[in-house]
């Protein structure tokens, strides 16, 4: 069986359905059920006996070690964080403790728990680090896009505290040989991703007949990947990657977020129209501060290594996504009650309307 961190969240839930629909290795799911972590996310596997949910947080290294002890995993994909760069800058010290001090703890019981396997054990077993483009810093638009190579340059706290688990990780595996890899990502999108980042909060705002919140003049880009083929591209990494390497892993799509906030409205206006078209609701607001101007990746190492691309197109994986929300209005309310409102009021009551 597998060990998979933060699995009740957005990435990690998406990635333990996939994994029991394409095969049947068994998953413990250890997530600490933050406000981001849904065990709705998971409904559709209560009674599937080869899914073990535990609720508990991986800062605790007695709890991990008993888990590893009790299951004994051949792998470990690491998919628990604090994940949210707004989140980062109102309260840093929840991200330093899971993403920093949590990664550091899964890192020792693991190397506690190989010492305990024979040769065969040891030599198949893998620690998969889930990891962002955000590592790399900002680009201007005409950088060229991040490499595996391209040294570290991390500018919020978010992206800092990914960094320095990245660089664990790493240390980890030059100094005790813990046989590690590394996906470095760019943004995802798709069902399931809690509304606070920008493609669910701009369906459910448009929805609610809310302002479309867009920090600075919207011409920041991001790389964007529909995260199933970031579930497909980690399982690949997982099956053939090279113990220690590092795979950047990305869409082949950059779009400034007011060219997607549009696209986001021209679909809800063809399947769900309104009144008029939910493009008048798009608001410029009070940028966020330190805000990266560009990501970019250079997904060609995994594919020449690892002959992974992604399958979905921006415009096939969006009218998905789109579809999924419309599709799942339940699930939304739900998550968008008691802390959502909380957050929702720190983030957006101070930022200003502001003209482009
Ligand atoms: P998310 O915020 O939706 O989910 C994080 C999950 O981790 C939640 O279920 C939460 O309960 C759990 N968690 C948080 N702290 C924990 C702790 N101390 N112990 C156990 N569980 C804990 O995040 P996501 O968007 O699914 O991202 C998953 C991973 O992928 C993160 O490591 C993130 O840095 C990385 N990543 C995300 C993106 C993206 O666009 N979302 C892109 C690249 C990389
Ligand atoms: P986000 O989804 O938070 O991901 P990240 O910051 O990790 O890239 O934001 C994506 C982009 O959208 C980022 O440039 C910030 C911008 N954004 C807005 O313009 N308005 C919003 O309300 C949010 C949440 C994000």
Redesign the pocket.
């Known amino acids: 069986m597998i060990l998979v961190t933060g699995g009740a969240g957005f990435i990690g839930a998406n990635f333990v359905l996939d994994w029991l629909a394409s095969q049947d290795e068994p998953v413990i799911n250890l997530d600490k059920l933050t406000y981001a972590g849904n065990p709705d996310n998971l409904s559709q596997l209560q009674a599937d006996a080869r899914h073990i949910f535990v609720h508990g947080d991986i800062c605790d290294r007695a709890l991990v070690s008993a888990l590893l002890t009790q299951y004994q995993p051949r792998a470990i994909v690491h998919f628990a964080a604090e ?4 989140r980062s800058i109102h309260g840093p010290g929840d991200f330093i403790r899971t993403n920093v001090d949590g990664t550091f703890s899964l890192l020792e019981a693991t190397r506690a728990y190989l010492s305990t396997l024979d040769d065969a054990g040891k030599a198949g077993f893998r620690f998969l680090h889930v990891s ?1 483009d ?1 590592v790399f810093g900002t680009l201007s638009t005409t950088d060229p896009a991040f490499s595996e190579t391209t040294p570290y340059a991390p500018n ?1 706290p ?1 992206s800092a505290s990914k960094a320095a688990s990245d660089h664990l990780v790493r240390a980890w595996h030059h100094t005790y040989g813990l046989p590690v890899l590394t996906g470095n990502c760019s ?1 995802n999108y798709g069902p399931l991703q809690f509304p ?4 669910p ?2 369906i459910a705002n448009a929805l609610g007949g809310k302002p479309l ?4 003049d ?1 011409q ?1 880009i ?1 790389d964007w990947l529909y995260v199933g083929d970031h579930c497909a591209a980690l399982r690949r990494v997982l099956q053939a990657g090279q113990l220690g390497e590092t795979y950047n892993i990305g869409g082949w799509n950059e779009k400034a ?1 007011l060219d ?1 906030v549009h696209t986001l409205c021209d679909l809800l206006d063809e399947l769900k129209p309104s009144t008029q078209s939910y493009r008048v609701q798009i608001s410029f ?1 009070t940028d ?1 501060p330190g ?2 101007r560009r ?1 970019a990746i250079d997904a060609r190492k995994i594919e020449r290594e690892l002959g992974w691309r992604p399958q979905e197109t921006f415009e096939t994986g969006l009218r998905k996504t789109v579809q999924w929300y419309l599709d799942h209005q339940d699930w939304v309310r739900k998550v968008q009650s008691g802390e959502y409102q909380q957050w929702m009021s720190t ?2 009551a101070q930022r200003q309307e502001a003209s482009a």
């Open positions: 994940s949210h760069v707004d962002t955000e919020s978010y943004n606070e980042k920008l493609i909060l701009m919140p867009i920090y600075g919207g920041q991001r977020n997607v607001v966020r805000h990266d990501y983030n957006y």
